[in-house]
Nanobody, 127 residues
Framework: QFKLVESGGALVQPGGSLKLSCAAS????????IGWFRQAPGKEREGVSC????????NYRDSVKGRFTISRDTNKSTVYLQMNSLGPEDTGVYFC????????????????????WGQGTQVTVSP
């Protein structure tokens, strides 16, 4: 069973940057994808980005394209989310989760196919 731990959340001013980390343990990452999701108060949890561990293929929701970059360090079993040009709309609890992914498959941003999940890290974008 995977265990995922997120870190890196903080309070940041609009226009600022943050780098989140998702460390996986318990099993070896192989044909898997790690996804980043966020949940703002009173809103549904939404997919932000995901990456295939084997091939490094990525997927982003439209609102973060060009601002966020997902990457992985397979030696550390860690996936990162570099977030630039942050705005108040990026505020929320950010979660990471894992799913099995077949070769050459694009990872989805649908939360229902992911699990287990980390505990989340708070990102607040405010002046």
């Amino acid at each position: 069973q995977f265990k995922l731990v997120e870190s890196g959340g903080a309070l940041v001013q609009p226009g600022g940057s943050l780098k989140l980390s998702c460390a996986a343990s318990g099993r070896s990452l192989g044909y898997h994808a790690i996804g980043w999701f966020r949940q703002a108060p009173g809103k549904e949890r939404e997919g932000v980005s995901c990456i295939s561990i084997k091939e490094g293929n990525t997927n982003y929701r439209d609102s973060v394209k060009g601002r966020f970059t997902i990457s992985r360090d397979t030696n550390k079993s860690t996936v990162y989310l570099q977030m630039n040009s942050l705005g108040p709309e990026d505020t929320g609890v950010y979660f990471c989760a894992v799913m099995v992914l077949l070769p050459d498959e694009l990872c989805p941003l649908a939360r229902r196919v992911y699990g287990p999940w980390g505990q989340g890290t708070q990102v607040t974008v405010s002046p």
